[in-house]
C-alpha cells in the first residue's frame, strides 16, 4: 500500500510564476490536509479538504493560494504570482477518517528565485 | 508561546542514553500526537495519546500527558544513532468545528545521538 505521494520533490520558480503542488493521499483516504513548513520550525496548517469539498482553509493565506480535492484525481495546492516568502516546504497528510492519525508525504520543497 | 511548545529546542546525547523532551499546549485537546522527522523527509507518526489517557508506551517510546497542566512528554529509551530527527508534538484542539483532525505542531525538539 502506497503511502501519501507527493510531487514534485522539488520545485523551483521565479517571483511572479504559478506554482503547482500534487498529492495523492493514501489508497482508502479521504481525508486531505495540508501543511507549510519553515526552515528550523514546525508545520502550520493550511486547509483540510474531504472529496470535492474544502472543510477548513482558515490556515491558507485568502489571495494567491487555492486548494482543490476534486472526485477523480490528486488533491492540489496552487500558489499563483508567487513570491519568495512563499518559499518552504509544503506537506500533505491523509487519513481514513477524521479521528485517524495523519500520514505525511515527503513533501515539496519550493524556492522562489 | 504557541501552541505546542517543545522543550529543549536541541537535545545531544550519546547512544544508549534515553532521551526526553516536553511538549505544552494552551487549549483543550481530543489527543496528542508525537512524530519523528527525518531531515528532508516527511513526519512519521510515532504514537497518539488520548485526553484521558495519562500514559502510553510503543516499544522504547513512553508517552505521558498531564491535561491539568497541559503538557506532555516524550521519552525514547535506550536511543540509537537511527533516532536522530527532529521530533515535534501535535495537538488536535477540542471543539473544532469541522470535527476533523486539524492538527497545531510545536517548533520540534531536534535530537542528535551520537554513536
Known amino acids: 500500500n502506497a503511502g501519501v505521494m507527493q510531487n514534485p520533490r522539488h520545485l523551483v520558480r521565479r517571483r511572479g510564476q504559478e506554482a503547482r503542488l500534487r498529492c495523492s493521499p493514501m489508497?482508502?483516504?479521504?481525508?486531505v490536509y495540508w501543511y507549510r513548513q519553515l526552515p528550523e520550525e514546525g508545520l502550520k496548517f493550511m486547509v483540510y479538504l474531504q472529496k470535492e469539498n474544502i472543510i477548513d482553509e482558515s490556515g491558507m493565506p485568502k489571495e494567491r493560494f487555492s486548494a482543490e480535492f476534486p472526485k477523480e484525481g490528486p488533491s492540489i495546492l496552487r500558489i499563483q504570482q508567487v513570491v519568495r516568502g512563499d518559499s518552504a516546504a509544503y506537506f500533505c497528510a491523509s487519513s481514513p477518517v477524521s479521528s485517524q492519525p495523519q500520514h505525511f508525504g515527503d513533501g515539496t520543497r519550493l524556492s522562489i528565485l | 508561546s504557541q501552541q505546542g511548545e517543545e522543550d529543549p529546542q536541541a537535545l545531544s546525547i550519546q547512544e544508549g542514553e534515553n532521551a526526553t523532551m516536553n511538549c505544552s499546549y494552551k487549549?483543550?485537546?481530543?489527543?496528542l500526537q508525537w512524530y519523528r522527522q527525518n531531515s528532508g523527509r516527511g513526519l512519521v507518526h510515532l504514537i497518539l495519546?488520548?485526553?484521558?489517557?495519562r500514559e502510553k508506551h510503543s516499544g522504547r517510546l513512553r508517552v505521558t500527558l498531564d491535561t491539568s497542566k497541559k503538557s506532555s512528554s516524550l521519552l525514547i529509551t535506550a536511543s540509537r544513532a537511527a533516532d536522530t530527527a527532529s521530533y515535534f508534538c501535535?495537538?488536535?484542539?477540542?471543539?473544532?468545528?469541522?470535527?476533523?483532525?486539524?492538527?497545531?505542531f510545536g517548533g520540534g525538539t531536534r535530537v542528535l545521538v551520537k554513536p
Open positions: 501535535a495537538t488536535d484542539e477540542k471543539g473544532w468545528k469541522a470535527a476533523g483532525n486539524k492538527l497545531t
Open positions: 489508497k482508502g483516504h479521504s481525508h
Open positions: 495519546i488520548r485526553s484521558n489517557e
Open positions: 487549549t483543550s485537546i481530543n489527543n
